[in-house]
């Protein structure tokens, strides 16, 4: 009887970690529009505007992409965003990167939201609305 409490509270724990693991990463309607300007203008030029990749670039919507991306933190992303796109050059600003992953997001079949996208949320890329 005495295990049976730390037992519970620990599965009550385990469960709560998880399901906030899966949780879907969150971003408005207003950032995924003005994402869609920033993608446009920081990286259509490589990605493609229907974001299908080229050359070099990896496609960033798709089963590929998906592929990759789907499952893992949002926030992986933008710090990879961050840290490496575009590979030379002038970078956008963070607001502007934020608002680039809220559009990929979208496109990849992620609903809006009403708590906006940052480097804190903790919601995964979950593609096609899986």
């Not at 505007?49 to 670039?57: I, K, P, S, T």
């Not at 992953?101 to 593609?127: C, H, K």
Request: glycine letters at 10%; charged letters at 20%.
């Amino acid at each position: 009887m005495r295990l049976l409490l730390p037992i519970l509270c620990s599965v009550f724990l385990l469960g709560g970690w998880m399901s906030a693991q899966s949780a879907p990463a969150r971003f408005t309607g207003n950032q995924a529009r003005a994402g869609r300007t920033a993608y446009n203008d920081w990286c259509a030029t490589c990605h493609t505007a229907a974001l299908v990749g080229g050359l070099d670039a990896p496609p960033l919507a798709g089963a590929d992409f998906q592929g990759f991306w789907g499952g893992r933190p949002a926030r992986e992303l933008l710090a990879y965003v961050k840290a490496a796109m575009p590979p030379a050059g002038r970078k956008p600003d963070d607001t502007s990167l934020e608002s680039i992953v809220a559009y990929i997001l979208e496109r990849n079949g992620m609903s809006a939201s009403t708590v906006p996208f940052d480097d804190d949320d903790q919601g995964v890329i979950q593609p096609s609305g899986r």
